[in-house]
T-cell receptor
């Protein structure tokens, strides 16, 4: 079974802090994704990566950056957290046209 | 018009009922389609891929109507465990699924 793990299930940070969210997948998938999910807005793509060191902006990249130094790991960085970045963050991975497998999510609260 | 539209529900049905959800999409060139299921406070998981000929998996049937640009999900003999949010997902790209378009989901509650 594909496993996607995320570094934290719950995280509380203060405004202005730098926040790192880590995601690791164990199936050698080429594609990795970061989404946020908010009530009434659904899943929105922040960034994705289709290869090591490659990244592309999704629909809402502002305020975020990403890093993919190894194929299995995709990090989401909030350079200076703000309260409007309080959300559920979901990482996913996939191969080609096949399904996206999701991690359990990180519920981030920015105070 | 939203790229993918779903009735948010909630659909409240008794156990054993048959329930159907529709989802419309705006991009007529869309290549592939999926239904994902998301339980409360959990991650989305693939329920079914939707093929042009329609497909069935046990109590679940998915159909695609390209002419009218909608996909449907039919659940027969509903179980309490079917209570969840069902997400309609459209892939507008051939050859990869790098940018999927996600619907907001339809909420289903199956009652005893």
């Amino acid at each position: 079974d594909v496993k996607v793990t995320q570094s934290s299930r719950y995280l509380v940070k203060r405004t202005g802090e730098k926040v790192f969210l880590e995601c690791v997948q164990d199936m050698d998938h080429e594609n990795m994704f970061w989404y946020r999910q908010d009530p009434g807005l659904g899943l929105r793509l922040i960034y994705f990566s289709y290869d090591v060191k490659m990244k592309e902006k999704g629909d809402i990249p502002e305020g975020y950056s990403v890093s993919r130094e190894k194929k299995e790991r995709f990090s989401l960085i909030l350079e200076s957290a703000s309260t409007n970045q309080t959300s559920m963050y979901l990482c996913a991975s996939s191969e080609g046209v096949h399904e996206q497998f999701f991690g359990p999510g990180t519920r981030l609260t920015v105070l | 018009r939203k790229e993918v539209e779903q009735d948010p529900g909630p659909f409240n049905v008794p156990e054993g009922a048959t329930v159907a959800f529709n989802c419309t999409y705006s991009n007529s060139a869309s290549q592939s389609f999926f239904w994902y299921r998301q339980d409360c406070r959990k991650e989305p998981k693939l329920l079914m891929s939707v093929y042009s000929s329609g497909n069935e998996d046990g109590r679940f049937t998915a159909q695609l109507n390209r002419a009218s640009q909608y996909i449907s999900l039919l659940i027969r003999d509903s179980k309490l465990s079917d209570s969840a949010t069902y997400l309609c997902v459209v892939n507008p790209n051939a050859g990869n699924n790098r940018k999927l378009i996600w619907g907001l989901g339809t909420s289903l509650a199956v009652n005893p």
